[in-house]
């Protein structure tokens, strides 16, 4: 499994998209931090870059690097290893460099520039948001054997947990909003990764907002060393459950 | 001769010399009733350091009372502990303790009572219910005081300088803790409040119920239950002051209602749940005051008219502003607002189109508070977006049409 993904390694380092990927983020975040005086601030903007850019880059790359990286997956399962084996390492392989970029690329200018409490939920946020859409790629992309239909779903999933998903929230809030919907609330946001994400570095950020009476009920749940297990215990499922399944389907897929 | 001598003698009798009367817990008087009853009128009363007990004690005659190495007069929890009811007392250097605690009377460290010419002067207030209570007095000064409150950190405690119908009182460089407002004025008038540190009251840092005319500046309002609240007065001057950390469900840095003439001009907001909430406001100007890193920078109510905001700088706020309703008659102008992204086309330092502070969001989440889940989120940041080219759900009249550029420097 190992060797699976240090090949994939290998095979991604000369593709050079990660290498561009990464000197994007480190110029984005070194111009973000440079042009505010304020560090906190720029926090706040390098936030939309992790919570909608970094998911984006994550699925369309893995996604497109499955597909071509097809015929040496055909290739190993043509050898003596279980399919269980290859699609983990592939995805090792793949979520190790994406994490990697991503640290590099925010992780440093955050560490020069603002090495706050609120920095590091930004950065561990990015991480695990970066492995939970490497796996859903990897369900995208298992499932559908064609690259355009593949790639096509994977952008479909992005889109709906970045944009979609926050509307129907709204949506749903406005309906019910005579209602007590504080265990809702929490119910709708471990639906979506990207929403954890941002509660997260959120309960570092706006905490004078939060402390309103709108915001108490987040700052109760989310604020508390439970909250900050069960935001964790969440995402975690988010990086597994999509693989589990990609895994089930790889294993009775007819390549 | 015989006449120059008959002349001092009278002179004598008549304008007699201030005397000086040592207490000590060694000397002839041992106690401060003692020391009251054998004084003459502007007599000085010099208190060695030591434990006094001293319960309920009424100054009744112009004195000067000076502590030497802070002398403590100890109350034992039983009764206040002094009680000044003359005019013209001094009182300089006197930690008063142990006043008795309980609901059924303001129990005080230290009352003034229809008394005018009062100061008092670098004392320490311990463990006291009220600290300092001032009532129907005038011409009064507190210098230089602490005073930490009893049952510190809960609900049932009382103020640390509290006025009831003064006038002309003077209230400067104290430090007030742990009460439940850290001064407070109730019919208070023409009294100025400056350099104070006012900090973890239950309730308010300063509270002003009815009272005109007064002016508090350079003080300091941190960590307080509620900030500062200044209610139902008329013509209140609030310069230079900071208001930080103020943290909590209902919590602000500067609540007003029923306000009425007043100017805030300089003040720092910082940190705080919400800066400023103006409930019924008329006629009030905020000038050069700096709102940063708020939850809210200010809650202004629909009930406010003829307002004045002007070269205010708003930066890092989560929102800058939120109402209720449609607001009338108030002018923002030439404030400075992070958030602005218009242009200055004719480089006047002043942007050419309008900036409205309230943001669809804030309007969304004032009327559904769950949606406070969605805070940062692209899809909102698209629908402010969307909602600033074309406004149909924020109020159509909040709204600056003169932002500026550049942030105002902090002078």
Known sequence: ?255 | MRYILFISFLAASLFPKAEVITLCNQCEIKELKQAITVSKPFDTLLIKSGIYTCINETINKPLTIIGENLPALDGQSKDEVLVVMSDNVNITGIEVRNSKCGSMKDFAGLRVFKSRYVKIENCVLNNTYFGIYLSDSKHILVKNCKSKGANYGKSDTGNGIHLWKCDSVTIEDNHLEGHRDGIYLEFAKHCYIQNNYCEKNFRYGVHFMFSDNDTYENNTFTNNGTGVAVMYSKGVHMFNNKFENNWGDASYGLLLKDMTNGIIRGNIFESNTVGVTMEGGTNMRFEKNNFIKNGYAMKVMANCRLDTFIRNNFSGNTFDASTNGELKENLFENNYWDKYEGYDLNHDKVGDIPYRPVSLYSVLVEQMPYAVMLMRSFTIDILNRAEKNIPSIVPETFVDDKPLMKMISKK
């Open chain 1, 1 to 255: 499994m190992f060797k699976i993904s240090k090949y994939v390694i290998y095979d991604i380092l000369r593709s050079k998209v990660l290498i561009a990927y990464t000197l994007f983020l480190l110029a984005v975040s070194f111009a973000l931090f440079s042009l505010e005086t304020d560090g906190a601030k720029s926090v706040v903007s390098l936030l939309s870059i992790v919570l909608i850019i970094v998911p984006l880059i994550s699925v369309v790359f893995t996604t497109t690097y499955f597909y071509n990286a097809y015929e040496f997956i055909e290739l190993l399962v043509a050898q003596p290893l279980s399919r269980n084996t290859i699609l983990l390492g592939e995805f090792l392989g793949v979520a190790v460099s994406m994490t990697a970029a991503f640290l590099i690329g925010i992780g440093i200018p955050v560490l020069i520039y603002s090495p706050t409490a609120t920095g590091g939920v930004l950065l561990l946020s990015g991480v695990v948001l970066t492995l939970s859409f490497v796996s859903i790629a990897f369900f995208s992309s298992v499932a559908m054997r064609d690259k355009a239909k593949g790639i096509g779903m994977s952008l479909l999933l992005w889109f709906y947990f970045a944009v979609i998903y926050d509307a129907i929230v709204l949506g749903i809030l406005f309906s019910f909003s005579d209602y007590p919907l504080d265990k809702v609330v929490i119910a709708l946001a471990s639906l979506n990764p990207i929403d954890m994400a941002r509660i997260m570095v959120l309960m570092k950020l706006d905490i004078s907002a939060l402390m309103g009476f709108t915001g108490a009920v987040y700052k109760q749940f989310f604020g508390s060393s439970f909250g900050l297990l069960y935001t964790m215990a969440i995402m975690l499922v988010w990086i597994i459950l999509p693989l589990i399944v990609a895994v089930r389907i790889f294993k009775k897929k007819n390549l």
